[in-house]
């Protein structure tokens, strides 16, 4: 009970501190280290979730977007180290975005999901970035670094990763299709379907799988399989 109450004046103080004008960068830098020992006293691990609480109670149950002088709770938690968590989404009313699987976590239906979102990027030659455009090897790429899985930038390395797949009966929705012996890149959706980035002039869509026996390379699978929706 004394750790919880000394924690509690500890971030009065700084909601105090931030209700006066801004000071010099060494009041701001020693603000931030008091602040920062208040949150890991009492708990042992200064969690964001219990700080935004702690201080949302501090302020009597004020707006939540904006503490005294208003300050921005989700600056004052960024520079803290805290930023970007779930409570302080929650605490200011804005709901955050979907959490993306940790690595090795995804399966084939994360990846067409993944995949769904680029749909209308142009196709660029040796593009890697969607707001521009990207081919068919760095949109494949991007796809599965949003998942937080790295796969190298070119077919003729992506053909490599994972583990084979036999035929494309056997494929699954996330598997990748290399075709033409490594020139062309896609990723299986499922049910006759599949998504590429495909050749100048067009934008990444949703196709029939062209890829057949005569001019399929290789199939690879980077995660777990995936189920046909």
Not at 175 to 182: I, R
Not at 211 to 226: C, D, F, K, M, Y
């Amino acid at each position: 009970m004394t750790e919880a109450i000394g924690r509690m004046q500890g971030i009065q103080s700084m909601i105090a501190e931030l209700s006066r004008p801004a000071g010099s960068e060494a009041n701001a830098s020693a603000l931030k280290s008091a602040a920062s020992t208040s949150l890991a006293t009492g708990t042992g691990n200064g969690d964001a979730g219990s700080f935004t609480e702690a201080l949302t109670a501090a302020l009597g149950g004020t707006s939540a977007t904006s503490g005294p002088s208003g300050t921005d709770l989700s600056s004052l938690a960024n520079s803290l180290g805290l930023g970007g968590t779930a409570p302080i989404g929650a605490l200011k009313g804005i709901t955050p975005p979907a959490t993306v699987p940790a690595s090795g976590a995804a399966t084939g239906n994360d990846v067409v999901a993944v995949a769904k979102k680029y749909i209308g990027v142009p196709y660029v030659w040796g593009g890697t970035n969607p707001a521009t455009g990207m081919d068919c090897s760095g949109f494949t790429q991007r796809v599965f670094k949003d998942l937080g899985i790295e796969i190298p930038r070119v077919v003729s390395d992506q053909m490599r990763q994972g583990t084979p797949v036999a035929s494309l009966a056997e494929a699954k929705p996330g598997d990748l299709l290399v075709s033409f012996g490594g020139d062309h890149i896609s990723i299986y959706l499922g049910n006759g379907k599949a998504i590429d980035a495909p050749v100048p002039g067009k934008t990444i869509q949703i196709r029939d799988a062209w890829e057949q026996h005569s001019n399929l390379t290789s199939i690879r699978r980077i995660v777990p399989a995936g189920a046909a929706s």
